[in-house]
């Protein structure tokens, strides 16, 4: 940007010269790069420095109550007895202990009692809290917590060991060593001899309790297995009674000869059986041979009939020949062979009646044999029915055996376990070997407080560092022309540097051009911005606003009309704000009307207007309460009365967003210049002020930014931070 030195005279036109400035390019404020970020570090170098600060305030508090450690440990192996091991009745047990049920044992709450007993834990502070006195923090946590329980805190019981148990876990430590048998046992402690008494004291507690501890399990399962073995010699003897008295009722004869002589005399029966189903089919046969034959001599010939009804009929087929023979020589009235023919028919009388007794007798035969026949049968089943029942019952029997086999086996594995329990009741459970007992340390252990120190401030200058570029990355604020890219139709007005905090409320400074050579520069470079912006020549109207309260727009138009009537250039300064003008603390006019009195029509423009010693002709803003009554359309015979005196006219208006009054001056004026406050107003901001002033008037709207920091401003990548640079603050003299 181009600072001219010369004076601004209205009678002189400039070149309408258009400012392009860089931002016009699409730009970034900051590139992410080494030197973007040495400069974000340098220029928030005091945030950073602060907060640095407040986290070191704590971590310094704390590091500096840091007491020595002292760390002791002692290296042990657990295994089974040897005798245990070399134990041929139970083959189960010759595996090694489960390793993390022992630290457990060690860990345990019995064990943690005794020790912290027997070594005084509640006479140390270390480890009661009852003995310490209580934090800030741990007050505030104790308050906090009985606000929202209702409740009030209660002090720590010093006799109890309660709170003593969770600063003893935190200080010991136990753990495997690798994947044997071998185990460490740590303690940490301010007190060099009690690091190293714990874990020795450890240890002997814990054998003293795990030997009675396996003491008392022996003695719990001995009584538990003879009580087991008591039931199962109950029900042992009631299966024996039961198998005796069964084979005593049911008569069951267990040698061998009572089954033989059964087995004979099923034989027998069977045989006889036999024997008569064959007769009984000879009879049967006999009688139906007989019964069939119709003639006697025929029925003389079956093979069954007897030697003497065979004799008869062989006698009878005799004389039956002789018959023929002699009927062949005779005739038939011959006496022989009548008489022959006689004694054949007697013959055959003879035979019929021997062949009808056999018969007779046979079937007195067949009838004793079925008789016979149903007696051997009933016999028979008899025999099979006793031996069946003889063999059930020895089955039965058999059964009942096995039973009181069963109970007195199960009644021997129980003896057997009570003999392995007392003889285990005679070893130890485990054997301990102690490796390396737990010594006194010689020196703390960990790092020193400087080196905790040093690690602190590294934190916290990185969370310091880290908040710092955090705070950039959401600082969406105005520091710059280049953050404006984008925003169509503004000119950039310059830069105004900040103005100490007396020189703002010294008028006397101000009036008196003492104000410093930057701040003077800074002030004609906006009015040939608006002279350049307004074709040359400087506008007769000039409103000067802001997007908010606070951003320095009255400064600047005052400062402008200061200049304007430093260089021979009559100047009427109007206090627009109505409702908020205090431009009169700067000119102190005395006047009791103002601007609102004149649009109210209450009062004349010349009874408002107060002539300074500076050739500064000021209206001040009157009474806000009659805001409400103002007629904005009387600013139009302001501006034309100024016009006719050949007096530039300045308004300081309200802020944009804040007033709708503003957009009607913008209106009514030549010019509008919009005043950004450095760091403060955001590009949010501007824009919606940019668009409000925009609906009001079509020209373009130079914005200067106000209350820069030069020695802040030239630590950022703007391509405008060169007119902060160390050379030219060293060229205006600048002392801060």
């Known amino acids: 940007m181009t600072i001219s030195t010369v004076p601004p005279d209205r009678n002189v036109s400039l070149s309408p010269i258009r400012y392009e400035p860089r931002f016009q390019i699409e730009a970034k404020s900051d590139d992410l790069d080494l030197s973007s970020g040495l400069r974000l570090i340098w220029r928030r170098i005091g945030m950073i420095v602060v907060l640095t600060m407040l986290l070191m305030a704590p971590a310094i508090a704390v590091i500096s109550g840091f007491k020595p450690t002292y760390h002791a440990a002692s290296r042990l192996m657990i295994h089974r007895p040897l005798a245990t091991t070399l134990s041929a009745e139970d083959p189960g047990g010759n595996g090694s202990l489960d390793i993390g049920s022992e630290i457990e044992r060690l860990r345990s709450r019995s064990v943690a009692e005794r020790v912290i007993r027997d070594l005084r834990f509640d006479e140390r502070p270390e480890f009661n809290p009852a003995l310490r006195k209580a934090s800030l923090v741990d007050k505030a946590r104790d308050m906090l917590r009985g606000l929202i329980s209702g409740q009030k805190p209660s002090s720590p019981i010093r006799s109890s060991v309660e709170p003593i148990f969770p600063e003893y876990y935190k200080a010991l430590s136990v753990w495997r060593d690798g994947q044997g048998g071998v185990i460490q046992i740590g303690f940490d402690a301010s007190d060099p001899e009690l690091a190293a008494a714990v874990p020795n004291r450890l240890l002997d507690i814990y054998l003293e309790e795990r030997k009675d501890s396996i003491r008392g399990s022996v003695d719990a399962a001995e009584a538990w297995i003879r009580q087991r073995i008591a039931e199962q010699q109950d029900r042992t003897n009631a299966a024996r009674d039961a198998a005796d008295t069964y084979q005593e009722t049911m008569r069951v004869v267990p040698d061998d000869d009572a089954q033989g ?8 029966l069977n045989d006889r059986q036999t024997k008569i189903e064959q007769s009984r089919a000879d009879v049967k046969e006999t009688i139906s041979a007989l019964e069939a034959a119709d003639d006697a001599s025929l029925a003389a010939q079956s093979k069954f009939i007897p030697d003497s009804i065979g004799a008869m009929e062989r006698d009878l087929r005799v004389q039956q020949q002789d018959l023929d023979r ?19 028919d007697k013959s055959r009388t003879d035979l019929g009646l021997a062949v009808d007794r056999y018969l007779q007798s046979m079937r007195a035969r067949f009838a004793a044999l ?9 016999a028979l089943s008899a025999a099979y029915e006793q031996r069946s029942r003889s063999a059930l019952a020895k089955i039965e029997l058999a059964r009942l055996q096995r039973i009181v086999d069963k109970e007195q086996t199960a009644l021997d594995k129980l003896e057997a376990q009570r003999r392995t329990l007392a003889g285990q009741a005679l070893l130890p459970g485990a054997e301990v070997e102690v490796l390396s007992p ?20 590294v934190g916290s200058i990185a969370i310091a560092v880290t908040a710092a570029f955090v705070v950039e990355m959401f600082d969406k604020t105005i520091r710059s022309f280049d953050q404006m890219a984008g925003i169509a139709r503004i000119v950039p007005a310059g830069f105004i540097p900040r103005l100490r905090r007396k020189d703002r409320r010294n008028p006397s400074l101000l009036f008196g051009r003492s104000q410093g050579g930057m701040f003077e520069e800074a002030i004609r470079t906006v009015m040939i911005s608006l002279k350049q912006s307004n074709g040359g020549k400087l506008p007769t109207s000039i409103v000067v606003t802001s997007a908010h309260c606070g951003e320095g727009k009255s400064l600047v138009a005052g400062s402008l009309a200061i200049e304007l009537a430093a260089n021979g250039s009559p100047v009427l300064l109007v206090d627009g704000d109505l409702r908020r003008g205090h431009l009169d603390l ?16 209450q009062v004349g423009i010349e009874d408002v207007i107060h002539h300074h010693p500076s050739g500064i002709d000021f209206i001040p803003a009157g009474n806000p309460s009659l805001h409400r009554r103002a007629r904005l359309t009387d600013v139009a015979d302001i501006i034309e009365m100024a016009r006719a005196r050949g007096q530039i006219v300045i308004f ?12 009607h001056l913008t209106a009514l004026a030549e010019r509008t210049l919009m005043v950004v406050q450095w760091a403060k107003t955001s590009r949010r901001a501007v824009e919606l002020s940019l668009q409000h002033l925009k609906s009001a008037r079509s020209a373009e709207i130079p914005i200067a930014i106000n209350n820069v920091k030069p020695k802040r401003h030239a630590k950022y990548s703007f391509s405008d ?16």
């Open 438 to 457: 737990a010594a006194v340390p010689l020196g703390p252990q960990g790092r020193g407080r400087l080196f905790y120190l040093i690690g602190a401030l």
């Open 652 to 663: 300081d208006s309200a802020p944009v967003l804040a007033s709708a009054d503003t957009m």
């Open 721 to 736: 931070s060169e007119l902060f640079s160390k050379s030219m603050m060293k060229y205006h003299d600048i002392k801060k």
């Open 261 to 268: 002589k059964q087995i004979k005399s099923i034989t027998e």
């Open 370 to 378: 079925d008789r016979e026949d149903g007696t051997v049968r009933s």
């Open 326 to 344: 002699l009927l062949e020589i005779y005739g038939n009235d011959a006496e022989a062979v009548v008489d022959l023919r006689a004694k054949i």
């Open 586 to 601: 700067l000119f102190k006019s005395g006047l009791k009307h103002g601007l609102n009195e004149v649009l109210g029509g």
